[in-house]
């Protein structure tokens, strides 16, 4: 499943001690070909850990051979010294596979400024001892060797016509935009030109991952890595490829929004009637991060006063007084003014649609965000990450 | 004291039972002259209540007679029966007083969305009772009646030779940026033109209550209001006079800041070493907005990185590989790595510190926040406001 699913790759994760619970924390994805297409798209913050300066540039020819992924460190803001660790990660690994060390991309997650002697050794042990177990079965374990707050793996296949597209995904905070906005590594055995591959990844990114924002914190980190094998000898379209690719990571998208730091609700904010893609998209962010809304939420409080001076803060084209607004399917405000009364609104379920229509024009956009919750603040004050 | 210190006010609050708990809710400011000058600053939040609506235009001709200001109901999103709301509260205290309506400002506070005909009656009583009650020694009964969820009342006064400036402010949540960020009414006795009052009411509060940042979350309701009845006969200089008041409004803004809902620290970001003051203000507000950084000062966590993480996603002149950053005066982070030992940080103060030095530049500013706190959560989503 996950990066085995398609075919052409082989995968494995490993315990190397990063993580002081002894669970995996080196990923190693291997593309097998016969094609070694890359296409990868990162963090729009200009905080750039090590593995995000390495693998913008590494990702530049379109071609990948590998992936290796850690988690019991972010190697971000750890001077030279944690740029060479990155160095000899995909040089170690790319001579333990026979190819070059260009075509290695590298990520990294977790605390910000952890990446030291200690954890280069161990890293540089985990890309041994990855590779040495790398399987076409691999999977499963790499996905759990990604993992950092993540309760669970995040895994998504989808399959068409002989060809396949499957993913691993981890994230439980830091989820903001930014294209990529957590690590996530997709593989498929469709047949697809570099040029295609980012193209399709960059549509599907736009739509799941860059529209899911639990917190609005962005990630020094993030990337969202895709790899063709071409193992399949199927060419599909285009469009047909960038669907199954977007409906994977839409999928990823919604299991890290089910899994936020803290969160006992998955909201999803739906904009309709805007005047623009851009302004749905800037009214719907600007509501989900809105911590007097995230916290009304938290509390079953159906409050729209506090959606509507979020929208408010925002240039997107509306009227104040001709915007209505629903919740999970009762309208309680109409016309910027009262309408049902909100104890009508059931809050009680985890899933919460918050339908805002701004009454402008024809265009629509949805981001996923999640409510303010004690949990929330106890996991991100009581522990640094 | 507060707006009955400089000569030349009378104030009142009563209780008409808009709050539920029966404490004042309606407070009225008149200026008795010789001069009845105004300027005030308003949320620059697009969704504007009602009162703002009315105020600015009550403000534009630079004249102010009066001030009656409401708790318990925001009147906000209410329709035209909220904008005629307004406009009779506004009538009701200029026949009251014998001035025109157009020369009284009316501010709200309380829950967006409430504003009913028993709302309306029971504002329309307090005027009443409020105009009744006027007295020179009004002020602190005035403080209160605008109280929310305010622990305490916020006065400020500064004498200089012969005159006088003093203030009273509300304000616990939904503090952040946008001119005005909370109810405000600034009185002085010096003798000032309309013009100069505008200009150094916006001067003062650019660099106040403009830099207060709690929440993030902007209010639909706010306003700082100033008025100056000329009664100590003394003009000053428009720089004397600008510091004053802006003494005045440091002073409101800091006691905003340490009755910030269920906040546990009391947090001054300072941003040397910037390209311009506007870098600075963006650099400092997006650390102050990071629920992550938050959430680490409550859990006295020196998260540097969280720090940088933040100030990565502005497009402030910078370079992540060469900031430096302190907290509570230990360098944690120098040149964009590590440093001291986050263990020598003593977080444990109310009061925290972080500088913040780009090293681009010679602009400064400073943004006052709170950290985010299971009380917090829980005052915002327990009740509605």
Redesign the interface.
């Known amino acids: 499943m996950s990066v085995t699913a398609a075919q052409g790759f082989e995968a494995a994760g490993v315990a190397v001690g990063l993580k002081s619970t002894g669970a995996k924390d080196v990923a190693v994805v291997v593309n097998r070909g016969p094609r070694k297409v890359g296409a990868a798209v990162f963090t729009s913050?200009?905080?750039?850990a090590n593995p995000i300066i390495w693998s913008e540039q590494a990702i530049a020819d379109g071609v990948v051979e590998a992936v290796v992924l850690n988690s019991g460190g972010?190697n971000?803001?750890?001077?030279s010294f944690g740029f060479q660790t990155t160095h000899q990660t995909a040089e170690k690994a790319a001579g333990l596979l026979g190819v070059s060390a260009g075509d290695v991309i590298v990520c990294s997650t977790g605390?910000?400024?952890s990446g030291d002697e200690v954890f280069r050794g161990k890293v540089l042990d985990g890309v041994e001892q990855g590779v040495a177990a790398l399987s076409a079965a691999g999977g499963e374990d790499a996905s759990l060797a990604i993992m950092t707050t993540d309760s669970r793996p995040k895994l998504a296949v989808v399959s068409r016509d002989g060809w396949t597209v499957g993913g691993m995904a981890k994230g439980a905070?830091?989820l903001a935009p930014?294209l990529a906005t957590m690590l996530v590594v997709v593989t498929t055995d469709a047949e697809i030109e570099p040029a295609e591959a980012d193209a399709a990844l960059r549509r599907a990114t736009r739509l799941t991952f860059d529209r899911l924002d639990s917190?609005?914190?962005?990630?020094?980190n993030d990337q969202v890595t895709l790899l063709a094998s071409g193992a399949s000898g199927l060419r599909p379209g285009l469009d047909d490829f960038a669907l199954a690719l977007t409906e994977v990571c839409q999928d990823l998208a919604q299991q890290l929004q089910a899994d936020a730091e803290g969160a006992s609700h998955d909201i999803v904010i739906q904009v309709v009637g805007a005047a623009s893609e851009d302004d749905a998209v800037t009214v719907g962010r600007s509501v989900a991060?809105?911590?007097?809304f995230k916290?009304?939420i938290?509390?079953n409080?159906p409050?729209?006063?506090?959606v509507?001076?979020?929208?408010?803060?925002?240039r997107a084209a509306?009227d104040?007084?001709d915007v209505d607004v629903s919740f999970n399917g009762v309208r309680v405000?109409t016309?910027?003014?009262?309408d049902r009364p909100r104890e009508e609104v059931d809050l009680t379920p985890r899933r919460t649609e918050i339908l805002i229509d701004l009454r402008v024009g024809a265009a629509t956009a949805t981001i996923l965000t999640n409510d303010?919750?004690?949990d929330?603040?106890?996991e991100?004050?009581?522990?640094?990450?």
Not at 76 to 79: A, N, P, S, V
Request: aromatic share 12%; charged share 10%.
């Open positions: 913050n200009r905080a750039k972010a971000c803001f750890t001077g605390l910000i400024g905070g830091m930014g917190d609005g914190c962005m990630s020094t991060r809105n911590n007097l916290a009304a938290f509390g409080d409050n729209w006063g506090r509507l001076a979020a929208i408010g803060t925002t509306f104040p007084y405000c016309a910027g003014g009262p303010l919750t004690h929330y603040v106890h991100n004050s009581a522990y640094s990450s």
